[in-house]
């Protein structure tokens, strides 16, 4: 499977605790993209990727939040000293750079989901 | 900054009806515009992507949209249903790379 791969699929921890999730994108594409969504709302935008930049991170929701892509490869969003509102479905996509700037498809995965008891 | 509202959390059409999800969006340049699909636990996929080019954009599955730029608007349509077109449909709504913003999303119920 070429496509978008997240790890782990379903995380379930304790308020206060920290988590983290693995995004590998499709292996061409240089631009890897983290939202989060929660039941009944469209994916929020939290940060974004271009090779191993981090080009956007004001969207993080808290300082709390953080994400990672040390070889422009596979990424890591962390969330420390979780909470209940951190409940939620972590979404990774990824894109190649299009011809003269185009903004190109992004391509998900399948998502992560968090339970925070 | 960019946005799209999503008219409609839940949309019910029978087999065979015509599907008309609608999406306004509100940008002060020029937008890109996407549909995207998503089938339960799954991720979202392409439907289709407006860029400018033609007002008209054909996706996957039958399904087109219109860009109607004095009505800001981007509604989907597809002329016939499928049992297999249930599922959940986000319209999104770009102008710089790294910011694709999405609409809170219509569910899509088919009717045998």
């Known amino acids: 499977d070429t496509g978008v791969s997240q790890n782990p699929r379903h995380k379930i921890t304790k308020r206060g605790q920290n988590v983290t999730f693995r995004c590998d994108p499709i292996?061409?594409?240089?631009?890897l993209y983290w939202y989060r969504q929660t039941l009944g709302q469209g994916p929020e935008f939290l940060t974004y990727?271009?090779?191993?930049?981090?080009?956007?991170k004001s969207r993080l929701l808290s300082d709390r939040f953080s994400a990672e892509r040390p070889k422009g490869s596979f990424s890591t969003l962390e969330i420390q000293r979780t909470e209940q509102g951190d409940s939620a479905m972590y979404l990774c996509?990824?894109?190649?750079?299009?011809?003269?700037?185009?903004?190109?498809?992004?391509?998900f995965g399948e998502g992560s989901r968090l339970t925070v008891l | 900054a960019q946005s799209v509202t999503q008219l409609g959390s839940h949309v019910s059409v029978s087999e065979g009806a015509l599907v008309l999800l609608r999406c306004n969006y509100s940008s002060s340049v020029p937008p890109y515009l996407f549909w995207y699909v998503q089938y339960p636990n799954q991720g979202l996929q392409l439907l289709l992507k407006y860029t400018s080019a033609a007002t008209l954009v054909k996706g996957i599955n039958g399904f087109e949209a219109e860009f109607k730029k004095s009505e800001t608007s981007f509604h989907l349509t597809k002329p016939s249903a499928h049992m297999s077109d249930a599922a959940e449909y986000f319209c999104?709504?770009?102008?710089?790379?790294?910011?694709?913003?999405f609409g809170a999303g219509t569910r899509l119920t088919v009717k045998p």
């Open positions: 999104a709504v770009s102008v710089v790379i790294g910011d694709m913003r």
């Open positions: 996509a990824s894109s190649a750079t299009g011809s003269r700037g185009d903004i190109g498809e992004l391509f």
């Open positions: 990727f271009q090779n191993e930049a981090q080009l956007e």
């Open positions: 292996s061409e594409h240089n631009r």
